[in-house]
């Protein structure tokens, strides 16, 4: 059952990849899409990292953790590197969860 799965879902996403490459020349898209389709990566990319700060599965994930999330937000803008961004944000959460603040 697991490979069937794991077949279906490469041969939708050979598809899906494939009709993109077949109908570019079939599809007229306005100048106004056109300006805005490559800000759509950074919107998902925004939405997926929000989504994995705040939630932890269906339930709100806490303060700790996007408090370690900002303070390692900080860090990084000031151009810190990066193994510093990573352990103070670690060490955030951390002492946060050690203070109760879950």
């Known amino acids: 059952m697991l ?3 794991i077949l279906v ?3 939708g996403t050979y598809a899906f990849r494939l009709s993109g490459v077949l109908l570019r020349d079939r599809l007229e898209l306005s ?3 056109q300006r805005m389709l490559p800000m759509s990566a950074a919107a ?3 939405a997926l990292a929000a ?3 705040l939630m ?3 339930e709100f994930a806490g303060f700790a953790r996007p408090a370690g999330v ?3 937000t900080l860090l990084a803008w000031r151009k810190a590197p990066f193994v510093l961004v990573v352990i103070a944000a670690a060490a ?3 002492l946060l969860r050690l203070a109760g603040l879950h």
């Open 9 to 11: 879902l490469a041969v």
């Open 51 to 53: 989504t994995a700060t």
């Open 70 to 72: 900002l303070a390692g």
């Open 31 to 33: 100048a106004s899409l």
């Open 92 to 94: 955030v959460t951390a």
């Open 44 to 46: 998902l990319l925004a």
């Open 3 to 5: 490979i069937a799965a």
């Open 56 to 58: 932890a599965g269906s």
